[in-house]
């Protein structure tokens, strides 16, 4: 089955560029999703299909995806960017729907 | 208002059975796939189980697969989660998405409902 591979955790100053990675074999042939999720709340889509944004999202979080690499980016991090985020895509292989582990973003 | 809500967590003995229910409103329900997914404690994110926008195909993760059944009413707007045999390793906070065909996200999501396994 498919894996994606994500750091447990990033720690970033308020105000600088937090990246968050998501490996897999060969993602960048497949569309991305990432989400946010703060304790106790349900997770919410922050970027799809790569770097689209749903509408609320600001345009300091972005999307790549590239060879066998993803990256969530957040430019100018705030304390309220402090959240664990979960990237997912679609195995079409095998017709499942895949989570990363999640990455742990602190604000320092 | 958009939005899913998922009840009928609960207290379940292993090896009992539970049906997990989500109710659809504010947008075309009958038009989406649906999703369950669910979150142990302390842990990240797992997809469960979907289904297409007529209930004629569904899809599992190869651990619940011959426990768990997911079905909708789209006449009722909703979706259930039928769980037999249930695992203390099923103990886990089980979400209701919608699923955006084509690109395979999860746009609206529910509050979650607790299901517990324990005796």
């Known amino acids: 089955s498919y894996v994606l591979t994500q750091p447990p955790s990033v720690s970033v100053a308020p105000g600088q560029t937090a990246k968050i990675t998501c490996g897999g074999n060969?993602?960048?042939?497949?569309?991305v999703h990432w989400y946010h999720q703060k304790p106790g709340r349900a997770p919410v889509l922050v970027v799809y299909d790569d770097n689209d944004r749903p509408s609320g999202i600001p345009e300091r979080v972005s999307g790549s995806n590239s060879g066998n690499t993803a990256t969530l980016t957040i430019s100018r991090v705030e304390a309220g960017d402090e959240a664990d985020y979960y990237c997912q895509v679609w195995d079409s292989s095998s017709d499942h729907w895949v989570f990363g582990g999640g990455t742990k973003l602190t604000v320092l | 208002e958009v939005q899913v809500v998922e009840s009928g967590g609960g207290l379940v003995r292993p090896g009992g059975s539970l049906r997990l229910s989500c109710a659809a409103s504010?947008?075309?329900?009958?038009?989406?796939?649906m999703t369950w997914v669910r979150q142990s404690p302390g842990k990240g994110l797992e997809w469960v189980a979907s289904i297409n926008e007529d209930g004629s195909d569904k899809y599992y993760v190869d651990s619940v697969k011959g426990r768990f059944t997911i079905s909708r009413d789209n006449a009722r707007e909703s979706l259930y989660l039928h769980m037999n045999t249930l695992r203390a390793e099923d103990t886990a906070v089980y979400y209701c998405?919608?699923?955006?065909?084509?690109?395979?996200?999860?746009?609206?999501w529910g509050r979650g409902t607790l299901v517990t396994v324990s005796s």
């Open positions: 504010g947008f075309t329900f009958n038009s989406y796939y």
């Open positions: 060969k993602i960048g042939s497949k569309s």
């Open positions: 998405a919608n699923l955006v065909s084509g690109y395979w996200y999860f746009d609206l």
